[in-house]
């Protein structure tokens, strides 16, 4: 069994709909738990639960001044996951890349052979004339 | 409630390090699933189950010939997550920025103030010598 790392709680974190939707609200701007909750049918506990998450993973952090507690997403929050993912198509696009190249070449062959071997039909064409 | 979505699907795809370091092993070429497993102190059953989540995910395809499974990477599996998290950095940055420039507005108005301030000083100043 692999180890469980960082990068596993920040996708886990956007695996969840709602967790998405609260993002989405914080890209416009920092927001107060009470009103980060209020277009969603659920308890402000849930919704709580989703803010932590969120900030397990890195997206946001949140600071109480008094008796508010208001979000913000992190500067910086999305960088892990876009880095792994940007890493692993650059490798898979390479390997897309070599294996246009290996059948480029291939055919490029392909037709050298097909080239060499025409004179040869003719000669064996004009043998039978 | 949100209503779960395929995205939901792909992100919980990435949350697990056994399923990333497959991803990993197939940025190197297509493998058979005994292939795929022999690295992990797993049983074949478990790397199974994690290749189907990869492949609900639409990260990776599989083809059975014969007796054997052969998984390959699905060439724009990432796209989704990726184009997902691009336009949210982009709405997170694009405010950034807007904030920078509140910012800058505010210092060019304080030093505006500023030096529209000095005068009368030095005009106090004069006026007591």
Redesign the interface.
Known sequence: ?????P??????A?????R??L??RL???PASVSDLAKP???TLAAVVQHLQVLEAGGFIRSEKIGRVRTCR?E?GG?AP??N???A??M??ER??DRLGVLLAEEEAAEQVSRSAAKPKKQRRRRAKE
Chains 1, 2 share one sequence.
Do not use: N, V, Y
């Open positions: 069994m692999l180890k469980h790392s990068i596993d709680d920040s996708f886990r956007l695996a969840e709909p709602t998405r939707a993002i989405e890209t416009q701007g969603f049918a659920m997403l500067q999305f996951l876009a792994w993912i940007a692993r198509r490798l898979m390997r897309f």
